[in-house]
Nanobody, 124 residues
C-alpha cells in the first residue's frame, strides 16, 4: 500500500485545513487508516483513526471535537478536517495504514504503511 498525503499549509490560529491521503490500491475492509503528527523535537503521536469497514472514528484527546477523520471508499481516500486550529497543532502530519489485528491503533509501530508528511503550520 502506498499512501500520499497532501493539504498542509500555513493557517492562522482558529482557522481550518483539510488534509487528504490517497491510497494506491483499494483499501480492504479489515484495515485501519490513521493520522499521526510529529512536531519538531517531539515524538510522533497518534491523532485519529478510522475503521475502514464501518467508519468508526477515534481521536486523541487533544484534537477531539476539533478534528474529524473520514473516508471515501470509492476513491480510496482518507481525510482529516481540522478546525479551530491552535499553534500547538503545528507539526508534520502523516497518514498510515494497518490491518485490524496488528497491534494497538495508537502505536506508531503498529503501522507498516506510511505516507510522506505534509506540514501544517499554525500561526498565533
Amino acid at each position: 500500500v502506498q499512501l500520499q498525503a497532501s493539504g498542509g499549509g500555513l493557517v492562522q490560529a482558529g482557522g481550518s485545513l483539510r488534509l487528504s491521503c490517497a491510497a494506491s490500491i483499494r483499501i480492504f475492509n479489515n484495515y485501519i487508516m490513521a493520522w499521526f503528527r510529529q512536531a519538531p523535537g517531539k515524538e510522533r503521536e497518534f491523532v485519529a483513526r478510522i475503521i475502514w469497514s464501518v467508519g468508526r472514528a477515534d481521536y486523541a484527546g487533544s484534537v477531539k471535537d476539533r478534528f474529524a477523520i473520514s473516508r471515501d471508499n470509492a476513491k480510496n481516500m482518507v481525510y482529516l478536517e481540522m478546525n479551530s486550529l491552535k499553534p500547538e497543532d503545528t507539526a508534520a502530519y502523516y497518514c498510515a495504514a494497518k490491518g485490524m489485528n496488528s497491534g494497538s491503533y495508537t502505536y506508531e509501530s503498529s503501522y507498516p504503511y506510511w505516507g510522506q508528511g505534509t506540514q501544517v503550520t499554525v500561526s498565533s
